[in-house]
């Protein structure tokens, strides 16, 4: 069987939760395969609201196996609280695997993480704060420290001594904070390791086999397409690839595996963090789409900036990811608008644009071109099908599918896991 790929196909916080609890009771694995606990999924069942951040949403449906690949960077310790978290709510959290070859994040990541921060002041990126740029640095350095050496107590020591040389200077010398001591956050990490020890495997070779079998396989990328440290909003991104290149190496597979991409998008735009938002309604309207819409971050609990739908950032998200497919979220919040505006173009120092800019200052300078749609007045949140959506609903889904250039596979229309009309077939 393929490999499926879901992604977000704008800045993030596109609804990727619900939509990998849909497709969790069709796919027997799924698999986070970039980012930290610096993103969340949000899940709701029934009455149930679970906030997820670092195990994969599959954890939710009995039968699936969750599984963190090399390409995730971990803080042991919230990872641990995660999984007490949901085993105190009655979710077993035994099946749940964790790559060998995953990075930790250390306690002189988020120290460096929250000074630097700081100190860049109003040129700041907009971080978490959590350490996640520092580790996947130090992973690229060649100095990081993974879920293995939590097994070898004499290695984790080595690794240790040798980052700490250099960040205890940086951190002393550079910042005026304190040093980091060694022999505590070996003891803090092995007790980690106690606990983490069942659950650690080498997860490309459990997936091969589990493919190989015949089992469906779900990646699940964190972030979305413009927060890709290569394809993104640089520098405003976060330091891995959630675009759909980065699943295969973050999730050990080979690339031939994947066969379908499914791309999650809002029926208009947030943002979390600094950085160019050509639609963004800093208005009124902008919150009242953040109030109707529940924009507040799932890990951070930050407002999201919100704009209307913005199809020349849908359209690149296509391209640069290969989408097959579109799962579009929260139609239900523009209910009540009379009119819609969609972002089709950018106009650019007197030049109307149709294609993602090429440079950092054009994108800057973009202007949105709008075209307006109209809106409708019903509630959609309990409708069941396509055909019983208004009118006008349809075709702004009609509309925003020609704009993207890829099929409207299936909608949101609340966030409960029976909110979602399935167009065609996602598996």
Known sequence: ??????????????GKGKATDLLGGAVDYVVRYQGGNNAGHTVVIGDETYALHLIPSGVLRPDCVPVIGNGVVIDPGVLLSEMAGLEARGVATGRLLVSANAHLIMPHHRALDRVTERYLGKARIGTTGRGIGPAYGDKVARTGIRVQDLLDPGILRQKLELALREKNQVLAKVYNRRKIEVDAVVEEYLGYAEKLGPHIADTSLVLDKALREGKVVLLEGSQGTLLDVDHGSYPFVTSSNPTAGGAATGAGIGPTRITRVIGIIKAYTTRVGAGPFPTELDNEVGDELRRVGGEF????????RTGWFDAVIARYAVRVNGLTDLFLTKLDVLSGFRTIPVCVAYEIDGTRVTEMPMTQTEFHHAVPVYEELPGWEEDISKVTSFEGL????RDYVRALEEMSGAPISA????PGRDQTLVLRDLI
């Open 297 to 304: 971050g799932v890990t951070t609990g930050r407002a999201r």
């Open 390 to 393: 208004p009118p006008a609903a």
């Open 411 to 414: 909608i949101g229309v609340g």
């Open 1 to 14: 069987m393929p490999a499926l790929v879901l992604i977000g196909a704008q800045w993030g916080d596109e």
